[in-house]
């Protein structure tokens, strides 16, 4: 993904030897190279030609100022760590990133070690859901993790980890995180009360459990992006699975309350298989 500079730059500010900030044809750009940074100060000029490894721009004006906020009071060295990151996610996934990412991961990375480093660990109640359903990003916010540790020898916890690879999956998704946040919740709310309503306790790791999220999932965005699905064996199903399809009523009230929609029997109707094999899996708490 390497670029070049169409213009001559004027350096704005020095993060690190890697990280520059620079104005070029009258906007303002984050330019990732190792060495570019080497020796440079504010008002040098970087001249065009010269290959980039990564360079970003922040369009939006909001973004941009509060990108400008965020550099004003973050120590530098982890503004600068947080755009080789991004960098590196941008190059493992061979995507551009929604720009939202330079404000809202650089800003949690800072109070993240803030945190950390006063012992203030923050349980991630999404930890599971994450790692199954964004694998991707899960195993690249690894790689972040390990990059942060190495850096400022601060050990980075799973929870934090799942925590970055939510930040990845919004910037994947034009930095819908909310959503992103809203389906883990309401993936969780299911689970509890199935687990309640069956007096049961599901195997957090079990493949049926993952099955059992990634369905939950497309279900939601399936209603989001009204692409509904037909299901010819619902009478077999309400037949053979009477009492899943019951509990998988009662379940759906819980997507349908969040995001205002009424659940097809289509959709009911394959939940209830889920919730078999969740039954038949899972262990009797009593």
């Known amino acids: 993904m390497n670029n070049s500079i169409l213009h001559d730059c004027k350096v704005i500010k020095v993060f690190n030897n890697n990280v520059l900030l620079v104005s ?28 980039i490894e990564k360079i970003f721009t922040i369009e939006d004006k909001t973004n941009y100022a509060n990108f400008k906020e965020l550099i004003n009071y973050a120590d ?25 990412i ?28 994450t790692e199954i359903l964004y694998k991707k990003e899960f195993d690249i916010a690894k790689k972040a993790a390990l990059t942060i540790e190495k850096a400022t020898s601060i050990y980075i916890p799973d929870g934090e980890v799942g925590f970055i690879a939510l930040h990845i999956h919004s910037a994947r998704n ?6 992103t946040i809203k389906y883990n919740f309401i993936s969780n709310s299911i689970i509890e009360f199935l687990e309640e309503e069956l007096d049961i306790e599901i195997d957090k790791e079990s493949l049926d459990y ?24 619902i009478p077999a199903i309400k037949k053979q699975y009477k009492s899943s399809y019951k509990i998988a009523k009662k379940s759906v009230k819980i997507i349908e309350e969040q995001f205002s929609i009424k659940v097809t029997e289509d959709e009911i109707a394959y939940l ?11 262990n009797k708490i009593h």
């Open 102 to 129: 330079h404000i809202s991961l650089t800003d949690h990375i800072v109070f993240a070690l803030k945190r950390l480093e006063n012992n203030e660990e923050i349980e991630n109640p999404f930890l599971v859901e």
């Open 174 to 179: 034009k930095g819908k995180l909310s959503n």
């Open 210 to 233: 993952a099955r059992f999220l990634a369905h939950i999932r497309f279900v939601i965005e399936r209603f989001v992006s009204n692409n509904l699905i037909k299901n010819d064996l």
């Open 76 to 100: 530098q060295g982890i503004v600068a760590l947080s755009e080789e990151i991004i960098a590196m996610i941008s190059n493992e996934l061979q995507e551009e990133l929604d720009e939202k």
């Open 24 to 51: 070029e044809d009258d906007k303002e750009k984050i330019l990732f190279r190792k060495g570019i940074g080497f020796g440079k100060k504010t008002g040098d000029i970087i001249k065009s030609g010269v290959e």
């Open 272 to 282: 209830a298989i889920h919730i078999e094999r969740l039954k038949q899996t899972s």
